[in-house]
């Protein structure tokens, strides 16, 4: 029932920066979580971002802690994801996923979401 479509996605030199946003339709009740993934061809989708939906706390991956923030709108039907000081090694197939009881400490596995966007690419370059 949840309909999650990413947007923002393209090219970047490394430095620079972009703003990704996920817009959410459909029945969202009982889902406590947006969160953004991120993969390259041949690793693990691996946990970026994640926003509590009842309260706006949020929490990062190590690898973009205090460059990426994650942020809703007020009704709740955009979250987006800014992206600052953009590295090489970010570049990625961005994705959104829904949740629901989702956990302070296993928010960043992807087994833990069913709900998934089709996902933006961004590239850094050098």
């Known amino acids: 029932e949840v309909h999650l479509v990413e947007s923002g996605g393209g090219s970047v030199q490394a430095g620079g920066s972009l703003r990704l946003s996920c817009a959410v339709s459909?029945?969202?009740?009982?889902?406590?979580?947006i969160t953004w993934f991120r993969q390259v061809p041949e690793k693990e989708r691996e946990g970026v971002a994640v926003?509590?939906?009842?309260?706006?706390?949020?929490q990062y991956d190590a690898s973009v802690k205090g460059r990426f923030t994650t942020t809703r709108d007020n009704v709740g039907s955009t979250v987006y994801l800014q992206m600052n000081s953009l590295k090489v090694e970010d570049t990625a197939k961005y994705y959104c996923?829904?949740?629901?009881?989702?956990?302070?400490?296993?928010?960043?596995?992807?087994?833990?979401?069913?709900?998934w966007g089709r996902g933006t690419q961004v590239t850094v370059s050098q």
């Open positions: 926003i509590f939906t009842n309260n706006g706390a949020t």
């Open positions: 459909g029945n969202t009740a009982g889902f406590n979580t």
């Open positions: 996923a829904a949740g629901s009881g989702i956990n302070w400490y296993y928010w960043r596995h992807p087994v833990e979401y069913h709900n």
